[in-house]
């Protein structure tokens, strides 16, 4: 089923207005102390409230004692005269209420036509007195204590009307939030309950809008085990009392419309749960928070006017696995430390596109507590992280980006989240987002819970994040954290610690369904967006559509990529070797042309490879300084002409021999002219750029990335020699030759057999050499063209003598 756009009221700019000022009660755990609102130097003292307004809002009452009470009680000066008392509340209504258990607050507070007028009833704690300001209409409520306010005014309908609430030092007036009708409409309600709403924040979390005519906030979120939910902020100094929501039904969702409350206002929300007892927690939904380590969200709305039209016009014209594709991987924080997502903007793309890559992956944007997570565990799905600025200053960046010409892709994490008290982990008092059972919710590597793929609201929450990110944000693909972990039940799990699905299989299908439902969307509603995904496994159809079975049974995932973990690890396993002793590894270079084309592959060289002692990537490689480097520049050579797309994380284009670490970022000072070594730097990055450069110009290295007809082993097997020799094909077969020598020796007249693609009018030209002077290589080269000779080799009736450059890469294309 295709979910319609659901109809919502339209969202208005309003500036944050302080609407009930109350005495601060301490703040709760977790949550940063806010400025005071300008009415807090007003504030009765808790001292001067009288002990009927300061009684414990439990403390029951008898109903015969309560009539007798109000029976008994005077009128409240000459604004209350005419003013009746109103109907009590019974006193499972008024302890509910008080203590934020009650699920229709609506039903009791504002007001209501009954016999002999319309009773209004008001919950307003540390309040002198509360008036009803209405046309013509000026009556003073009574005091029922515990803050509660209530009179019958002998009208003949509901007026519109307002409230004038007095304390000790000030007065102020204020709409009344439960006068208002739900702000959320039935086919929100709908979508959600059948976990189908694809724009799902546009109807959850905080939401400026104007509503009834009046402009505010709508508050909603999702706790269908809550026995009762208050909103709480620094409007109200953190105190919800006055604040229950009410409950929408069977959908768990709870709903409150405040008046006057806007942008930049703190808010979590308060939340009774199943035991009586009560939880603060952060909105799932948040599109900005505080800036960690505090927790509060925020209200916002977007207000950025984009200015990359062009870009998002075209980004799907071509096909990306028939495109050039070159990754700049990035931890935003530590790119260059301190910056600003708008500092980031004056700088990154420059860099990026002086570099030639096509694409900047940033690693998660998405809010967490704990920097030295690097993102990877999440508290606030649908909110840029704060330390770096707001959700709009973000937008400026990715617009920065596109209008410079480059792709913008996330990571995103949808495997599992942290187990902080005041965000997602039993939210409402009773396992929600995690599976209820502790077997499957616990993950066993990262003390983190799994979401539970198989609740539909659960799923919502994620397709619709990942839509989120690419509509709201104009983000151009979504890198899949930790796949593997989500595909099987027994994923670093022993036997006996885990369940065989309904088939007697170790497939999690509820997280395939949803891997599949979450890019089917994204694709339907985002022409152009790419998905990849970080999968470890031999899981088959990873990037086969997701209405096309394999022979397993399951219809593939529908992701467009797939990390090729296993040439990452086998060519870097190679490359670690001594040359002496390479020819003995000599298939872990050639194994993956084994299964290339059975998934759209990117060759990752990404943040993990780098740290936590498996050392930068240079420093991988055997040798002194210059072999290192050598080794280097010839294994970005042959990686950027092997089939599939191309990852750098940053620091690796110059060669950063120390690993990354989130805490400094790349060591920039070995490119300052003042270092000494800073040619040897200079060199690599230099040859990074070319790298880019030649491989954008020359389709044979890109537009047939993932069929067979796109590449040719010329020498896969020269293991003695260390040497491999293959060919790239475009759509109309020009080839690009590329030959690597992974010895420290030059191999003189080495015969290379190559395809008669010109008869006699060909010469082959070298377009790249790793070995070059200005890479900081040693420049040996072949002077130039070279004629083919009718010397078969290889299989080929032709042939060309190469002059091979040590511990290095050669490309070469005919003229």
């Not at 240079?618 to 970005?636: C, E």
């Not at 002077?783 to 190469?802: D, E, M, Y």
């Amino acid at each position: 089923m295709t979910a319609r756009k659901p109809s919502r009221p339209t969202p208005v700019r309003t500036e944050t207005e302080t609407e009930v000022p109350q005495v601060p009660p301490p703040t709760p755990a977790g949550t940063a102390s806010p400025a005071a609102p300008a009415e807090a130097a007003t504030q009765p003292s808790p001292e001067a409230t009288t002990p009927a307004k300061r009684k414990n809002p439990a403390a029951g009452r008898t109903a015969a004692g309560t009539e007798a009470a109000e029976a008994q009680r005077p009128r409240q000066g000459a604004g209350s005269q005419g003013v009746r008392t109103a109907p009590p509340l019974d006193d499972g209504d008024r302890a509910r209420l008080l203590t934020g258990e009650h699920h229709a607050p609506h039903d009791l507070l504002g007001a209501h036509p009954v016999r002999g007028g319309v009773a209004f009833r008001v919950l307003r704690p540390y309040a002198r007195s509360v008036t009803v300001l209405a046309k013509g209409l000026r009556a003073q409520l009574h005091d029922d204590g515990d803050g509660l306010f209530s009179g019958l005014l002998p009208m003949p309908a509901l007026p519109e009307y307002r409230l004038l609430v007095a304390y000790d030092d000030n007065e102020i007036e204020v709409h009344d939030p439960y006068r208002f009708l739900p702000a959320l409409g039935d086919l929100d309600l709908h979508l959600i309950g059948e976990g189908r709403h694809e724009e799902l924040w546009t109807a959850l979390g905080a939401q400026p809008m104007e509503h009834q005519g009046v402009a505010g906030t709508r508050f909603t979120v999702w706790a269908p085990d809550a026995r009762g939910v208050r909103v709480v902020g620094d409007f109200n100094f953190w105190d919800g009392t006055g604040f229950p929501m009410r409950s929408l039904g069977s959908s768990g969702v709870w709903e409150l419309f405040l008046p006057t409350i806007g942008e930049s206002t703190l808010y979590k929300f308060d939340i009774c749960r199943p035991d009586g007892s009560h939880t603060t927690r952060a909105d799932p939904m948040a599109r900005r928070t505080e800036v960690p380590p505090a927790t509060a969200s925020i209200v916002t709305t977007p207000h950025h006017e984009w200015r990359d039209q062009e870009w998002m016009a075209h980004r799907g014209d071509v096909p990306v696995h028939e495109a050039p594709f070159s990754v700049y991987e990035v931890h935003l924080p530590s790119w260059r430390p301190g910056l600003t997502y708008r500092q980031l903007a004056s700088q990154l793309p420059a860099y990026v596109k002086d570099l030639g890559f096509t694409h900047v992956e940033m690693m998660p944007v998405s809010e967490h507590p704990f920097g030295g997570s690097w993102g990877y565990q999440v508290t606030g799905f649908y909110a840029p992280t704060a330390r770096l600025g707001t959700p709009d200053d973000f937008r400026f960046l990715v617009d920065a980006l596109h209008r410079a010409g480059i792709g913008v892709l996330v990571d995103w994490v949808p495997a599992h989240f942290p187990r902080d008290d005041w965000a997602l982990a039993e939210f409402d008092g009773r396992p929600l987002y995690e599976h209820s059972d502790p077997s499957r919710a616990a993950h066993p590597d990262w003390g983190t819970l799994e979401f539970d793929f198989g609740r539909k609201e659960v799923r919502n929450f994620l397709v619709s994040n990942a839509t989120y990110w690419c509509e709201e944000f104009h983000i151009d693909g979504l890198r899949v954290d930790a796949v593997a972990s989500m595909l099987y039940l027994d994923y670093s799990r022993e036997d006996g610690d885990w369940s065989p699905n309904e088939h007697g299989g170790r497939e999690n299908l509820d997280a395939v369904s949803f891997l599949q439902e979450m890019n089917a969307t994204v694709y339907r509603r985002n022409p152009g967006v790419v998905t990849i995904a970080e999968e470890s496994t031999a899981w088959n159809g990873v990037t086969r559509a997701t209405h096309h079975v394999g022979p397993d049974g399951f219809g593939g995932l529908g992701f467009g990529l797939k990390w090729n973990m296993g040439w990452m690890h086998d060519s870097l396993q190679y490359m670690s070797k001594e040359p002496v002793h390479r020819k003995y590894h000599h298939n872990e270079m050639t194994f993956s042309m084994v299964y290339a084309y059975s998934e759209n592959y990117v060759l990752p060289i990404s943040h993990d490879e780098v740290v936590h002692g498996k050392q930068a990537l240079v420093s991988k490689m055997p040798g002194d300084w210059w072999q290192r480097r050598a080794n280097h520049r010839a294994y970005l050579g042959f990686m950027w002409a092997h089939p599939g797309k191309q990852l750098l994380f940053m620091g690796q284009e110059f060669a950063q021999g120390a690993e990354w670490s989130e805490g400094h970022g790349p060591d920039w000072w070995l490119l300052d002219p003042s270092y000494e070594a800073e040619s040897d730097h200079r060199g690599v990055r230099a040859l990074v750029g070319d790298l880019n450069a030649v491989y954008a110009a020359t389709p044979a290295l890109w537009q047939r990335d993932t069929v067979p007809e796109g590449f040719a082993w010329v020498d896969g097997g020269a293991a003695e020699d260390n040497a491999f020799a293959f060919l790239r094909y475009d759509a109309h077969g020009s080839p690009l030759l590329a030959v690597s020598n992974f010895s420290p020796v030059v191999r003189h007249d080495y015969r290379i057999g190559v395809p008669d693609v010109l008869g006699d009018q060909v010469a082959w030209t070298e377009v790249l050499n790793t070995d070059a002077a200005r890479y900081g290589g040693s420049d040996v080269h072949h002077p130039g063209p070279l004629k083919p000779q009718p010397v078969s080799a290889h299989g080929r009736p032709g042939s060309i003598l190469l002059t091979l450059p040590p511990l290095a890469t050669v490309w070469l294309k005919p003229v």
